[in-house]
């Protein structure tokens, strides 16, 4: 505002002292003078009021800008470390799966190897079992066999001393038994 009143008062005196008659490339003494008393001027106002107020804002957008980098790098370096830690609690968490999956690998063949022995004795047991009732049968079989053979025996016996039969009438008589009991 003080700039256009200087401008203005310089214009002024300019115009009176020339009186018009000067051209844009003639040079005058007056007017060299106020013209650099003017830019003096305003440059000290400038320097007064505008210089300092832009130098502290340069100053506090360095700053600003110089927090903002180091923010940044320390933020990189956090996720440097963040990473590496991860990727270790990764590489442990591999680690603990591959553990886990070879125990129960061995588990599972452990139990499989058991199921299969169980069952071997088991089968064992049932063939034995089978293969006692099968000779007890056999032998209950055998005794009752024995019994009716030894009853037809004595029946047979008992027939012949009834008939007191001669030897011929005899021999009939035990062919006959003999064929009822093929047939029995």
């Known amino acids: 505002m003080i700039a256009n009143y200087l401008f203005a008062l310089l214009a002024l005196v300019v115009s009176e002292t020339e009186g018009g008659g000067g051209g844009l490339l003639t040079v005058s003494g007056g007017l060299a003078f106020w013209t650099t008393l003017t830019f003096i001027l305003l440059l000290l106002l400038l320097t007064k009021f505008a210089w300092k107020p832009i130098l502290s804002a340069l100053k506090q957008r360095e700053d600003a ?5 180091e923010q940044a790098e320390k933020a990189r370096e956090e996720a440097k470390k963040i990473l590496a830690e991860n990727q270790s609690s990764l590489a442990k968490a591999e680690d603990e799966s591959k553990k886990i999956i070879e125990q129960s690998r061995v588990f599972a063949d452990n139990l499989k190897d058991q199921l299969i022995k169980e069952s071997k004795v088991q089968a064992q047991k049932l063939i034995e079992d089978a ?9 209950a079989a055998f005794d009752e066999l024995k019994n009716q053979i030894a009853e037809i025996a004595v029946n047979a016996a008992e027939k012949i001393l009834r008939e007191n039969l001669d030897a011929e009438k005899n021999k009939k008589l035990v062919d006959k038994y003999i064929n009822e009991i093929s047939k029995n």
């Open 131 to 139: 293969s006692s009732e099968i000779e007890r049968k056999q032998t």
């Open 65 to 69: 800008i110089k927090d903002s980098l």
